[in-house]
Nanobody, 124 residues
């Protein structure tokens, strides 16, 4: 069982940056593949980025490559999402998720555990 708690969301102006954190409970965090997803108002939840257990493999939504960076610190049981050059279209609730498989999946249904999410609002 893994419990996930996101933090770092807030209000930022267009062009700004935010770093989200996702703290996980449990001693097996280092064995999980982690992902970030987001859901904008009136839209379906979508994949943002994922990272494997060691941090050696990452995956991004094509539209976000170059602006967002995912990283993890297994010693701190934490995964991060650095978001740069934010624009109003990035406004959403951002959630982290964990899965026991080794593949960095983009499919929502393949993730076993989810956090509550943190709101990111980008003003124009």
């Amino acid at each position: 069982q893994v419990q996930l708690v996101e933090s770092g969301g807030g209000l930022v102006q267009a062009g700004g940056s935010l770093r989200l954190s996702c703290a996980a409970s449990g001693r097996t965090f280092s064995t999980y593949t982690m992902g970030w997803f987001r859901q904008a108002p009136g839209k379906e939840r979508e994949f943002v980025a994922g990272i494997n257990w060691s941090g050696g493999s990452t995956r991004y939504a094509d539209s976000l490559k170059g602006r967002f960076t995912i990283a993890r610190d297994n010693a701190k049981n934490t995964v991060y999402l650095q978001m740069n050059s934010l624009n109003p279209e990035d406004t959403a609730v951002y959630s982290c998720a964990a899965r026991g498989g080794a593949v960095v999946a983009a499919t929502i249904g393949l993730y076993d555990y989810w956090g509550q999410g943190t709101q990111v609002t980008v003003s124009s």
